[in-house]
């Protein structure tokens, strides 16, 4: 019974605001003990706030925290900790030059006899990842770890140090399906051992597979606790975006026409022996496990990477883009994967940015036209609901989800025929995909030519017409829409995992 179950943490009433927004008004919210408590909304609703709250990043200007039933007055991420709050973000922070065990211990390496205790410290961190089942020696250096690996360190990190309230903010949005299914085994785990989690997604179905409760936050107002077992998709995405959306990947296909872009066994570091087409009004998408080498083909042909061998053409005639700029003038527009360092300019403002790439298109004589500079920023910070509470925001302060809003408006905005997405919707809410995929539906309807990656096996089928698998920089599979299906009209997503995992590949060669 969950009203049986100790309260490890409680929020009461708490309100912040930042200069033009108000982040939290008056939100209340608890964690007991040997639950998964989910935190959902739209991007800028306010959950990465209430968390920094919890973790004494922020102090609220009002409202009360408790720990185990005790009013706490803590007011830093120090604090935090020694009352057992811990938090693993999305942006790994630890330092990769160093041991694993290293980090566990960094600011406060223990000493024997006047010298760091090297001993102690691979002995205890090589423990707690022992004890976690985490199959990592403590003396590998972080860099040589996976994001999904780095992750689990971070767990392993935050329990040695004593947390019992663990939060997760966005944890899989960089994880292959695999490591997926790793980090929900060891929530599962902790939860059984009486931790309280506190889960933060944009991912629908992982709420309904990890977690016990959810809350919605909605413009920073807290709208409700629901048990996750008495609701459903339909009602979650009701409660938090305001509408309801039923097919999220049904846009309208378009009858492909010419050959936009045609790459014809390309070669290079990390990818071999690749061939493809593209067509106007065609979405051909990429999907691979993280690494496979999907981005770095599309860096290749777009001219941030060099290629050793192939050819690639557009619209029929061989070009070699050896900068992004030439990809550019090629009609290429790229968005890339890791926006907050390629995409975007995070000191200058919404409307900057916007415009960045484009400003050609609105300049007559070298002078800009301002009145139009404002109005496409006007234009898509209403269309994909960019939350900002002016177009002279800087992007730094806006919420993951929204400054990546904004690399999309931004690529947006050339008038380029191809469009490559490099995982276009991380940490973008569900209303604000739709609002993504509509865009790109658009695209089609113009007959642009369109390159979707995407590690989201949902999305990329959902969305694509024809669909390239990678495995270890090689091509597995070229599968066309409809042979997405198996014969009880399901998608047949195992099929395309065993091509990403080089399952296939591999019978296939032995046969
Ligand atoms: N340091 C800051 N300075 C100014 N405004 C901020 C700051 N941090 C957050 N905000 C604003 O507070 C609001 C809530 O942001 P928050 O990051 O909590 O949203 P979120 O729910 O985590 O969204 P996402 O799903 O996009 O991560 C947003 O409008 C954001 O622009
Ligand atoms: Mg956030």
């Not at 309904?208 to 919605?216: A, N």
């Not at 050959?259 to 071999?272: D, K, S």
């Not at 070699?320 to 290429?332: A, E, R, T």
Request: hydrophobic residues 40%; aromatic residues 6%; proline residues 3%.
């Amino acid at each position: 019974m969950q009203s049986e179950k100790k309260e490890l943490a409680r929020m009461e009433n708490i309100s912040i605001e930042f200069p033009g927004v108000k982040a939290l008004d008056q939100v209340s919210f608890n964690v007991l003990e040997g639950e998964v408590h989910a935190l959902v909304g739209e991007n800028g609703a306010g959950k990465s706030t209430l968390i920094k709250v919890l973790m004494g990043v922020y102090t609220p200007s009002s409202g009360k925290l408790f720990v185990n039933g005790k009013e706490a007055n803590y007011h830093t991420p120090a604090e935090a900790i020694a009352h057992g709050m811990g938090a693993v973000y999305q942006d790994i922070t630890m330092a990769t030059h160093l041991t694993v065990g290293e980090n566990f211990f960094l600011g406060h390496l223990p000493t024997k006899g006047g010298r760091v205790d090297w001993n102690r410290i691979y002995k205890d961190a090589q423990a707690t990842l022992d004890d976690l089942r985490i199959p990592i020696d403590a003396r590998t250096p972080v860099r040589d770890l996976t994001i999904g690996q780095q992750e689990m360190v971070s767990i392993a990190k935050i329990i040695h140090q004593k947390a019992n309230v663990l939060v997760f903010d966005e944890p899989t949005a960089l994880l292959t399906n695999e490591e997926v299914e790793i980090l929900f085994h060891l929530i599962n785990d902790l939860k059984a051992r009486g931790f309280g989690i506190i889960y933060i997604s944009h991912r629908m179905e992982e709420i309904f597979e990890l977690c016990d409760r959810v809350t919605i936050l909605k413009n920073g107002l807290y709208i409700d606790t629901l048990n996750v077992a008495d609701t459903n998709e339909q009602k979650l995405v009701q409660l938090m975006v305001g509408r309801s959306v039923d097919d999220m990947y049904g846009i309208e296909h378009t009858q492909p026409g010419e050959v936009m872009l045609e790459v014809n066994g390309l070669t290079g570091e990390r990818f071999h022996d690749i061939s493809f087409q593209v067509r106007r009004g065609e979405i051909f998408g990429m999907f691979g496990l993280i690494g496979a080498g999907r981005t770095e083909i599309c860096r290749a042909i777009f001219g941030a990477d060099p290629y050793t061998s192939g050819e690639v053409k557009i619209a029929g005639k061989p070009v070699h883009n050896k900068k992004p700029l030439d990809g550019i003038n090629n009609s290429i527009a790229f968005l890339t994967e890791d926006r907050r360092k390629e995409g975007m300019c995070a000191v200058l403002s919404v409307e900057r940015n916007v415009n960045l790439s484009s400003y050609p298109l609105i300049s007559k004589h070298g002078l800009i036209n301002l009145k139009k500079e404002a109005q496409r920023a006007i234009d898509y910070v209403e269309r994909i609901r960019i939350k900002t509470p002016t177009i002279d925001y800087q992007c730094e302060h806006l919420s993951g989800g929204n400054q990546q809003k904004v690399v999309i408006a931004r690529w947006m905005c050339c008038q380029s025929d191809i469009f490559i997405f490099d995982e276009p919707t991380v940490g973008v809410d569900v209303g604000a995909k739709v609002e993504i995929y509509k865009l790109i539906e658009d695209l089609l309807k113009q007959g642009k030519a369109i390159v979707l990656i995407s590690s989201y096996l949902p999305e990329v089928m959902g969305l694509s017409d024809r669909l390239m698998v990678m495995y270890e920089g090689k091509q597995t599979g070229l599968i066309e829409r409809s042979e997405f299906y198996n014969s009880e009209g399901k998608l047949n997503e195992e099929m395309v995992l065993g091509l990403a995992s080089g399952i296939k590949a591999a019978e296939q060669e032995g046969a």
